[in-house]
């Protein structure tokens, strides 16, 4: 039987192809963390405790799909967001550190009112819980196609103790307006990424993450930014916001889209990697 230190560092050669080696050491220690129920300080400190059977098989199993490309985050079940854990599997994407940066700008403008928010294509509902959570005096709403997404959301919010609303809506359908409140926030995470830019990504995204949630069509990649901005333009509220995650190609053609559609301090902004990651515009109706 192998002992932590042992399991550490055989883990790590084992998914040294995969993985540079501070990447593969992170993975490493992430999966001994879940399988151990030890931090790594325990683990260091244990280092010549051994593993039992079912945890040798848990490792070994573990492997065996990382090696496949399975992102950690799907293994281990769970992915972190703004020091939160939540729920994660394929049927929704797991969160980026990008996607913190949006919630954060939204609780930047947002955290001293009392907001009506509504997320579209909310897969694990890392959003509108987070912002939840971060405003607590804000009515928090979001929809998705998928019903595993909602699920996980909804398993999410229940774990996280937070009052959102969940609902299915096509928000492509004609008839997703009327499904609708009014709102003083609109935030969305919509697919994004052309087709033909799949071929050039990680195995771990195209093979495992929820292509609905992650491609547009190459001849039409604003199809979502369009079909909810001028939605919205209907269910925001005099002097509300709508807030996007954008492609960093394409923020010329999303802040014109904006425009064109008559959306007023329209603000662009770069993420943590100085790509252009989200945009936020504004709406007065009067």
Not at 17 to 29: I, K
Request: charged share 25%.
């Amino acid at each position: 039987m192998m002992n932590w230190s042992q399991a550490f560092y055989q883990t790590k050669e084992q998914l040294s192809p995969l993985y540079d080696p501070a990447e593969a050491a992170a993975v490493a220690h992430m999966l001994l963390e879940q399988i151990s129920g030890m931090s790594k300080m325990e683990r260091l400190m244990q280092k010549d405790g051994l593993l039992d059977a079912s945890q040798e098989f848990r490792l070994e199993t573990a492997v065996q799909q990382l090696r496949k490309a399975t992102p950690i985050q799907y293994i281990l079940g769970e992915a972190w967001f703004l020091e939160r854990r939540f729920v994660v599997n394929p049927s929704v994407l797991i969160p980026r550190p990008e996607t913190e940066e949006l919630v954060l700008w939204i609780v930047q403008d947002f955290g001293d009112k009392a907001p009506a928010i509504l997320d579209i294509g909310t897969g694990s509902g890392c959003i509108p819980i987070s912002l939840k959570k971060e405003i607590p005096a804000a009515t928090v709403e979001a929809c998705d196609i998928s019903p595993g997404a909602l699920k996980t959301a909804r398993e999410n919010a229940a774990y996280l103790d937070a009052d959102v609303t969940f609902k299915k809506i096509d928000i492509l359908s004609p008839e997703a307006a009327s499904l609708m409140g009014m709102y003083d926030v609109i935030v969305s995470n919509p697919p994004y990424i052309p087709e033909r830019e799949a071929a050039g990504m990680h195995a771990n995204v195209t093979g495992h993450e929820p292509h609905i949630a992650l491609f547009v069509k190459d001849d039409d990649p604003l199809l979502f930014y369009r079909n909810i901005a001028q939605k919205a333009m209907t269910r925001l509220k005099d002097g509300g916001c709508l807030y996007f995650e954008i492609h960093c190609d394409f923020m010329p053609q999303t802040r014109d889209l904006l425009q064109s559609l008559g959306y007023t301090h329209i603000t662009p902004r770069r993420d943590m990697h100085d790509n252009w990651r989200m945009i936020r515009a504004g709406l007065q109706t009067r």
